[in-house]
């Protein structure tokens, strides 16, 4: 299968605590993102990788930051989780703005 | 900038039938459309992808969706609905507008086929 693994697959923290998640490639593919999905509002991108240190922000940005050190790895973290925050969250690779994403399975987190 | 509009939050055929999802697009620049499907408790997985050739795209398990540039549509079709397409479906467009091409993905369409 296509080489994008999430960590972890579900998890349910309490708010105010830092929760970072992760997400690996094998691709080697320049781009990443990471996005949320609620209900009745599809997937709303909240932050992206155009490459190593080269991040920028998406539509639903506040109370997340992100990390990519390595091509293969992007991180997530929620500062200070809040409810609202509850979530499935899914990273995408592409290698180029003309191609199509791969996703990973997603991350079920709680914030409780 | 970019936007997706998919119509029906929950369609539901009898199996056999024929399935269509409604999207529409709006952009300025001619745009790169996409058909995802998202299994429960999947990840999302493409279906097919427009991107300025054939205006009639094939995609995988018998889907295909037309590209109307006069309606600005992409509306995802199948002959005949079988058991195991029931799933969510997204409509997505590509995004020009200095977001390095993210996907901007429409709302989802729930599709039900009743036995």
């Known amino acids: 299968d296509a080489g994008i693994t999430q960590s972890p697959r579900h998890k349910v923290t309490e708010t105010g605590t830092p929760v970072t998640l992760r997400c690996h490639q094998t691709?080697?593919?320049?781009?990443m993102y990471w996005y949320r999905q609620d209900p009745g509002h599809g997937l709303r991108l909240i932050h992206y990788?155009?490459?190593?240190?080269?991040?920028d922000k998406g539509e639903v940005s506040d109370g997340y930051s992100v990390s990519r050190s390595k091509t293969e790895d992007f991180l997530l973290t929620l500062e200070s989780a809040t409810s609202s925050q509850t979530s499935v969250y899914f990273c995408?690779?592409?290698?180029?703005?003309?191609?199509?994403?791969?996703f990973g399975s997603g991350t079920r987190l709680t914030v409780v | 900038a970019q936007s997706v509009t998919q119509l029906g939050s929950h369609v539901s055929v009898s199996e056999g039938a024929l399935v269509l999802l409604r999207c529409n697009y709006s952009?300025?620049?001619?745009?790169?459309l996409f058909w995802y499907v998202q299994y429960p408790n999947q990840g999302l997985q493409l279906l097919l992808k427009?991107?300025?050739?054939?205006?009639l795209v094939k995609g995988i398990n018998g889907f295909e969706a037309e590209f109307k540039k006069s309606e600005t549509s992409f509306h995802l079709t199948k002959p005949s609905a079988h058991m195991s397409d029931a799933a969510e479906y997204f409509c997505?467009?590509?995004?020009?507008?200095?977001?390095?091409?993210?996907?901007?993905f429409g709302k989802g369409t729930k599709l039900s086929v009743k036995p």
């Open positions: 995408a690779i592409t290698s180029g703005p003309a191609d199509s994403y791969t």
């Open positions: 952009s300025s620049v001619p745009p790169y």
């Open positions: 997505a467009v590509k995004n020009y507008g200095g977001s390095q091409g993210n996907l901007i």
């Open positions: 990788s155009y490459g190593v240190k080269d991040t």
């Open positions: 427009y991107t300025s050739a054939a205006t």
């Open positions: 691709e080697n593919h320049r781009y």
